[in-house]
T-cell receptor, first 112, second 115 residues
Framework: NAGVTQTPKFRVLKTGQSMTLLCAQDMNHEYMYWYRQDPGMGLRLIHYSVGEGTTAKGEVPDGYNVSRLKKQNFLLGLESAAPSQTSVYFC???????????FGPGTRLTVT | KQEVTQIPAALSVPEGENLVLNCSFTDSAIYNLQWFRQDPGKGLTSLLL?????REQTSGRLNASLDKSSGRSTLYIAASQPGDSATYLC??????????????FGKGTHLIIQP
């Protein structure tokens, strides 16, 4: 039982490049989330999903897209990366009865 | 809009002391409150989860309390050890009926336990 995993762990992009971050969970959770963590700002919700095929915007969705084609996977895409998207990205999934969230190890992204 | 505040922002104490970390939130309509630990460069580890109907939860040397009506939670760490050094984050799940909201986080308390 790996819990929540994220790929890749680190990435450096140039402004304007695109990339996809992958989150996978093996706990059969319906709900999944993407957060970003920035110094002095704390963690903020980007997008979330309440089930396969559904997505919704969080607090800071601009510049990101997401997809949930399979229940166990939640993808975060950056179509045209900007330096303001330099951050650490965390994925989480949520246990339905308790609403407890479980986090992945994070992806550290630098956009130059 | 829900806001979560953690006080103090940083704390440095000698080993062995008991200590209290504080968390406050502006909207009392929460589903639960979670305390997390984050080590430098690492992910978040869930420490304690308190449902809105509960008053406290305990795990080993950790005890978390919740006063939903006043919008406050405390994390009590007994007999602190150098291995407790980390950033502690408080987060609330806003109750929205559909229950689909994510967590709103405080900015954390950076804790250093001196050997």
């Amino acid at each position: 039982n790996a819990g929540v995993t994220q790929t890749p762990k680190f990435r450096v992009l140039k402004t304007g490049q695109s990339m996809t971050l992958l989150c996978a969970q093996d706990m059969n959770h319906e709900y999944m989330y993407w957060y970003r963590q920035d110094p002095g700002m704390g963690l903020r919700l980007i997008h979330y999903s309440v089930g396969e095929g559904t997505t919704a915007k969080g607090e800071v969705p601009d510049g990101y897209n997401v997809s949930r084609l399979k229940k166990q996977n939640f993808l975060l895409g950056l179509e045209s990366a900007a330096p303001s998207q330099t951050s650490v990205y965390f994925c989480a999934s949520r246990d339905r009865p308790t609403y407890e969230q479980y986090f992945g190890p994070g992806t550290r992204l630098t956009v130059t | 809009k829900q806001e979560v505040t953690q006080i103090p922002a940083a704390l440095s104490v000698p080993e062995g002391e008991n200590l209290v970390l504080n968390c406050s939130f502006t909207d009392s309509a929460i589903y639960n409150l979670q305390w997390f630990r984050q080590d430098p460069g690492k992910g978040l580890t869930s420490l304690l989860l308190i449902q809105s109907s509960q008053r406290e939860q305990t795990s080993g040397r950790l005890n978390a309390s919740l006063d939903k009506s006043s919008g406050r939670s405390t994390l009590y760490i007994a007999a602190s050890q150098p291995g407790d050094s980390a950033t502690y984050l408080c987060a609330v799940t806003r109750y929205s009926g559909g229950g689909a909201d994510g967590l709103t986080f405080g900015k954390g308390t950076h804790l250093i336990i001196q050997p």
